[in-house]
């Protein structure tokens, strides 16, 4: 029960930091739009990039709490399947991405810096805290996966290894409510990146953004396509706290 309440708790927070770091982004952009300064090509280049971060940190949260509900038995087995294979803080790296694609849809590319200084500021002190609460319950099984996956970037050897359904394992994807944000997030980026046109650049054409968030959801059906197309057996192990 502790657990899940310290869980909520955590989600709060991550929103409220995505949040209010998106608010005072935007007031400052809208109140000196000259600070929105990007050619066209490069905004509808970084509005397509932004919503493939975005779809990629979803599906990290989704996957990551998933696996962790089906495999740590109520917080009492370490898990180390899935996403957890390649970081120890999947929830918390989907949080980044997720922030991360919004800043890139709907704000000036500088932003991304903010919202990552932001973003490190939060977890530096929480992420450790969880360590030590993970190596005090696990000791040796957590030290061993501790100096195996790093903390929170994937290396790319690791990820070169594994197959895409091997890390985003269909079967967990809905059965969190974390399913919610494959739905209301990418209308909110595109709302975000509606504002930035009309209100920033004044220069709102519906045909064209019709055009790029085409593109972007064809991106979503595609992904969502190839992780259905084979649903592997999970893994052994079960998620850390991230």
Known sequence: MIERDNDKIRIKIDALVITSTLVVLGFLILKFPRLFLQSEGV??????????????????RMAARGYKKVHSRDSKALVQGGPYAVT??????????IGSGLMLIGFPFWCLGIFIGAFYLRFRIQVGKEEDYLLEMFGDAYADYFR????????????????IQELFQWKYFWITQEKQCLFYLPVVAVALELIEEGLVSKDLLIWKEGIVFGLDFLILLFLLLLLKERDPLSGPGAPGKG
Not at 43 to 60: A, Q, T
Not at 88 to 97: Q, V
């Open 148 to 163: 195996r996956v790093p903390r929170f970037l994937p290396r790319f050897s690791t990820l070169r290894s594994l197959r």
């Open 88 to 97: 120890r803080n999947p929830m918390y790296l989907g949080t980044l991405l």
């Open 43 to 60: 905004s509808e280049f970084l509005d397509l990039f932004g919503f493939f971060i975005l779809l990629l940190g979803i599906f990290f």
